[in-house]
């Protein structure tokens, strides 16, 4: 699909070949990192920028993903992007903790887009609980790791039913 096809609101999911791509991937489905589209910007939570706006041209050049194109049919997107704006320059949350003040990226859709659920918050698979990955993570960060805790991820946010599928983005 080209970019001409998206409309302000619309939620973009992707998923890259990064190692902290890889562990979310391995504990939800299929996306890694998510936003929103309003006027040609990609507003997001990355741990480079925090909650920021970007230009989506320049994020695609800078982060080589596949990115999917879901549509929430209901959405007012005037007030949805008021929220997104309230939130820019808030830290990113790299404990993936709740209510700390920093946002994740599927932490900040659901903030500004209160339609999805929240979930116990998984990171391992089938035989562990808790993946090598995400142990060495939570010690360098010098916090438990949030296992249960409630929260989102970006593949949970995708299998709404309240959203469409619109289809691959080309660029």
């Given at each position: 699909?080209?970019?001409?096809?998206?409309?302000?609101?619309?939620?973009?999911?992707?998923?890259?070949?990064?190692?902290?791509?890889?562990?979310?991937?391995?504990?939800?489905?299929?996306?890694?990192?998510?936003?929103?589209?309003?006027?040609?910007?990609?507003?997001?939570?990355?741990?480079?920028?925090?909650?920021?706006?970007?230009?989506?041209?320049?994020?695609?050049?800078?982060?080589?993903?596949?990115?999917?194109?879901?549509?929430?049919?209901?959405?007012?997107?005037?007030?949805?992007?008021?929220?997104?704006?309230?939130?820019?320059?808030?830290?990113?949350?790299?404990?993936f903790y709740p209510d700390n003040g920093k946002f994740?990226?599927?932490?900040?859709?659901?903030?500004?887009?209160?339609?999805?659920?929240?979930?116990?918050?998984?990171?391992?698979?089938?035989?562990?609980?808790?993946?090598?990955?995400?142990?060495?993570?939570?010690?360098?960060?010098?916090?438990?790791?949030?296992?249960?805790?409630?929260?989102?991820?970006?593949?949970?946010?995708?299998?709404?039913?309240?959203?469409?599928?619109?289809?691959?983005?080309?660029?």
């Amino acid at each position: 699909m080209n970019k001409s096809i998206l409309q302000n609101g619309d939620l973009l999911f992707m998923s890259d070949q990064s190692d902290l791509s890889k562990a979310i991937i391995e504990t939800t489905e299929k996306y890694s990192h998510g936003g929103i589209y309003f006027d040609g910007m990609l507003y997001h939570a990355s741990r480079k920028r925090g909650v920021a706006k970007q230009k989506l041209e320049e994020y695609l050049a800078e982060e080589k993903h596949e990115v999917f194109i879901y549509r929430y049919p209901e959405i007012d997107a005037e007030i949805i992007k008021e929220r997104a704006d309230r939130y820019l320059g808030c830290e990113y949350n790299h404990s993936f903790y709740p209510d700390n003040g920093k946002f994740y990226c599927s932490q900040y859709i659901a903030e500004i887009l209160p339609i999805f659920d929240i979930i116990p918050m998984k990171f391992g698979d089938d035989e562990k609980e808790i993946s090598d990955y995400w142990k060495k993570y939570y010690e360098e960060l010098g916090v438990p790791v949030p296992v249960g805790q409630p929260g989102t991820n970006p593949g949970q946010l995708a299998k709404s039913e309240k959203l469409k599928y619109i289809g691959k983005l080309d660029y």
